[in-house]
């Protein structure tokens, strides 16, 4: 089984602090994303890679980076944590046609 | 540009009953997947279908259907006769290589099942 596999379920952070949101998969994919999950938004793609050291921006990138060093590894930056950027983050890796999803961290910025 | 489109925001149903969930899609490939996908409470998401748009039967698995229309861009997922379980909050999603292989969902539905 394709297992991803997210650093943290729940988080809590001070405004201003730097996070890291760690997501490892288990299968040798290229590709892996990051979304952020909001009620009524639905999931909105904030960085995805293709391959290692490689990154594209998603639709709202503003406010975080990713880091892809490894194949396996994809981590999720914020460089300053603000309020607006609570919300749940999941991270995903594909197969050709087929996505897999982390159980999802939710983050807290108080 | 790509879009995925869940008008319905929120479905509260009585076990039993039969319930479709919308999904509307924008893309201009001819090569494209459609998907849908359930998330339970517990927050992770679970694969349901996935469909090529070369491929316009429809599907049935249990009492899960999905109804693929290319002439209107729908994606329409029914349960049938649902059950309690079956609340959830509902993604459709769409790939589409020409966009670089990002996969977009819609808004969501929820649903809501009561016994």
């Known amino acids: 089984d394709v297992k991803v596999t997210q650093s943290s379920r729940y988080l809590v952070k001070r405004t201003g602090e730097k996070v890291f949101l760690e997501c490892v998969q288990d299968m040798d994919h290229e590709n892996m994303f990051w979304y952020r999950q909001d009620p009524g938004l639905g999931l909105r793609l904030i960085y995805f890679s293709y391959d290692v050291k490689m990154k594209e921006k998603g639709d709202i990138p503003e406010g975080y980076s990713v880091s892809r060093e490894k194949k396996e590894r994809f981590s999720l930056i914020l460089e300053s944590a603000s309020t607006n950027q609570t919300s749940m983050y999941l991270c995903a890796s594909r197969l050709e046609t087929m996505a897999f999803f982390g159980q999802g961290t939710r983050l807290t910025v108080v | 540009a790509q879009k995925v489109t869940q008008a319905q925001t929120e479905i509260s149903v009585v076990e039993k009953e039969d319930v479709t969930l919308d999904c509307v899609y924008e893309?201009?490939?001819?090569?494209?997947?459609l998907f849908w996908y359930k998330q339970p409470p517990s927050g992770e998401l679970v694969f349901l279908i996935r469909?090529?748009?070369?491929?316009?039967q429809n599907e049935i698995s249990g009492r899960y259907s999905w109804n693929f229309q290319k002439s209107t861009s729908s994606f329409n997922f029914t349960i049938t006769a649902s059950q309690v379980v079956d609340s959830a909050v509902y993604f459709c999603?769409?790939?589409?290589?020409?966009?670089?292989?990002?996969?977009?969902f819609g808004q969501g539905t929820e649903l809501s099942v009561k016994p």
């Open positions: 469909r090529n748009s070369f491929d316009e």
């Open positions: 893309t201009r490939d001819t090569t494209y997947y």
């Open positions: 999603a769409l790939i589409s290589y020409n966009q670089g292989g990002k996969l977009i």
